[in-house]
Antibody, heavy 119, light 107 residues
Framework: EVQLVESGGGLAKPGGSLRLSCAAS????????MSWVRQAPGKGLQWVGQ??????????DYAAPVEGRFTISRDDSKNTVYLQMNSLKTEDTGTYYC??????????WGQGTMVTVSS | DIQMTQSPSSLSASVGDRVTITCRAS??????LGWFQQKPGKAPKRLIH???SQQSGVPSRFSGSGSGTEFTLTISSLQPEDFATYYC?????????FGQGTKVEIK
């Protein structure tokens, strides 16, 4: 059974940092492309970024609002993908989901972790 | 970025009704489109990928069609557990972009 479990959310001040983790199980993680998707409270879904598998080049892509502030990485030995969020803004507040990507983002989703950016 | 316009933004329907939701892309995206269902407080769940391919385990009453710029999600006979918000997602041209969502409510 595919499982994705996010952690690391919480409260951060504007300008601060947080690192989210997503632990994966139930599939061959090394072959998987992974994305992060977020949802502001009461709003729709927004794709944040993606990391390809090492065999796919291991490269990353980001949405414009987070480019240069957020970094996605992966540790295939731990079956984990990370989202390092720096220079946080109040508009980064929301629930962050990691997804396994196959035939596009969102094949499977984690339960999400809440990030609140507030002074 | 490609704009995905969903319609309607909300609808009221009864159990047993046939429901159709439309997504229009601002430019052609081949069939690189998915449909997602989200219930309150829960993570989204993919129903359809590649415009018309059902995700494993999804009831057959959910179907998708379209290519290019016009896509539809059809629920053939609405069930109580189908009341939720539905989103489309294009992944043909990066960044992937979602529609704004369609909330399906009980009439």
């Amino acid at each position: 059974e595919v499982q994705l479990v996010e952690s690391g959310g919480g409260l951060a001040k504007p300008g601060g940092s947080l690192r989210l983790s997503c632990a994966a199980s139930g599939f061959t993680f090394t072959n998987a492309w992974m994305s992060w998707v977020r949802q502001a409270p009461g709003k729709g879904l927004q794709w944040v970024g993606q990391i390809k598998s090492k065999t796919g080049g291991g490269t990353t892509d980001y949405a414009a609002p987070v480019e240069g502030r957020f970094t996605i990485s992966r540790d295939d030995s731990k079956n984990t993908v990370y989202l390092q969020m720096n220079s946080l803004k109040t508009e980064d507040t929301g629930t962050y989901y990691c997804t396994r990507d196959w035939s596009g983002p969102g094949d499977y989703w984690g339960q999400g972790t809440m990030v609140t950016v507030s002074s | 970025d490609i704009q995905m316009t969903q319609s309607p933004s909300s609808l009221s329907a009864s159990v047993g009704d046939r429901v159709t939701i439309t997504c229009r892309a601002s430019q052609g995206i081949s069939n690189d489109l998915g449909w997602f269902q989200q219930k309150p407080g829960k993570a989204p769940k993919r129903l359809i990928h590649a415009a018309s391919s059902q995700q494993s385990g999804v009831p057959s009453r959910f179907s998708g069609s379209g290519s290019g710029t016009e896509f539809t999600l059809t629920i053939s006979s609405l069930q109580p557990e189908d009341f939720a918000t539905y989103y489309c997602l294009q992944y043909n041209i990066y960044p992937p972009t979602f529609g704004q969502g369609t909330k399906v409510e009980i009439k």
